[in-house]
DNA sequence: ATATAAAAAGACCTAAATATCTTTTAATAT
DNA sequence: ATATTAAAAGATATTTAGGTCTTTTTATAT
């Protein structure tokens, strides 16, 4: 449903909101060994969402990313947006281009709860709210002697 | 979430459960053309729903694609699992190796409500379900004048 | 100013999904 | 038996997602 780009994305944009500071930035380096994600495919990513100002980068010496007080209220939507776009919930799911309320195929009321379903939590939470749930003892960093 | 595969499967088979019966079966051809898919494709697919009894064919003269009794009792979920496979249905969202109820993800809680949600519609729902469906007047044949 | 460290950018590679084209096999009608 | 028709099977091409490697830019500390 996400792609792994976006998944990646939400996982680093995490991992950095627990972690960074102003004055502590967190290498990408140090992102892809944490999470197990491959450093220069995440990099691109994060270097997308910098662009959109979802994240907050600097270069050379003591640089690296983290987040403002602003990036920290962004919606998970946002990063969806940005990374695989928002199709997924517009598009029917048996793929026909004129479903809708009015003219539905045979699966749509069916999926459109779950579509609607899915689309508020991601409208809703922030990263703050996903940061809070780490601190809070959720799953995050990746088992180290499991691997892709 | 659903592949493009296999989501021509299930327009194709609700097609053929829809037009076909033991003696007028339908050729890929017309499957293709109406459903506006890629003929060469959608046959791939088909075939390999063939080999698993999902649904019924025959070569030669006046031959082409049907279904049985026995196929329209089928479950989306069945056909879901030949051409996709079900493990969208137990991984976790954000991709964590070892995400479940007692170690979840941020997201596992509100994931999973959805989730289970579609997988009961699909473990739920029959070929016959959706060619009904379709005879109450659902959209199924895609509108003429749009294209992919 | 210079060296250094780190992200940004660019070029390239690989694998999987999707799509097309050609040949073979198997029913059926003549 | 033979010709014909249609699916099955095989080979190949294209596109997209995912991933790697190298070079450039920019901020910082010395």
Same mark, same amino acid.
């Given at each position: 449903? #996400? &792609?792994? +780009?976006?998944?990646? =994305?939400?996982? =680093?944009?995490?991992?950095?909101?627990?972690? /960074? /500071?102003?004055? @502590?930035?967190?290498?990408?380096?140090?992102? !892809?060994? $944490? *999470?197990?994600?491959?450093?220069?495919? #995440? &990099?691109?990513?994060?270097?997308?969402?910098?662009? @959109?100002?979802? *994240?907050? +980068?600097?270069?050379?010496?003591? %640089? !690296?990313?983290?987040?403002?007080?602003? /990036? %920290?209220?962004?919606?998970?939507?946002?990063?969806? $947006?940005?990374?695989? !776009? *928002? +199709?997924?919930?517009?598009?029917? !799911? #048996? %793929?026909? @281009?004129?479903? &809708?309320?009015?003219?539905?195929?045979?699966? @749509?009321?069916?999926?459109?709860?779950?579509? $609607?379903?899915?689309?508020?939590?991601? =409208?809703?939470?922030?990263?703050?709210?996903?940061?809070?749930?780490?601190?809070? %003892?959720?799953?995050?960093?990746?088992?180290?002697?499991?691997?892709?």
């Amino acid at each position: 449903m #996400l &792609s792994k +780009s976006c998944v990646y =994305a939400l996982r =680093a944009i995490v991992y950095v909101g627990h972690n /960074s /500071s102003e004055n @502590h930035k967190i290498g990408i380096k140090e992102i !892809g060994e $944490e *999470l197990d994600l491959p450093v220069h495919f #995440l &990099s691109k990513i994060l270097q997308s969402l910098v662009k @959109h100002n979802i *994240l907050q +980068s600097t270069k050379g010496p003591h %640089g !690296g990313f983290y987040i403002n007080e602003v /990036s %920290g209220k962004i919606k998970l939507l946002r990063i969806i $947006e940005v990374v695989d !776009g *928002l +199709s997924f919930f517009h598009k029917c !799911g #048996l %793929g026909m @281009h004129e479903c &809708s309320d009015t003219h539905p195929c045979p699966l @749509h009321d069916d999926f459109i709860v779950f579509r $609607e379903g899915l689309y508020k939590i991601f =409208a809703t939470k922030t990263i703050n709210d996903l940061v809070k749930k780490v601190e809070d %003892g959720n799953a995050f960093i990746q088992n180290l002697n499991t691997k892709n």
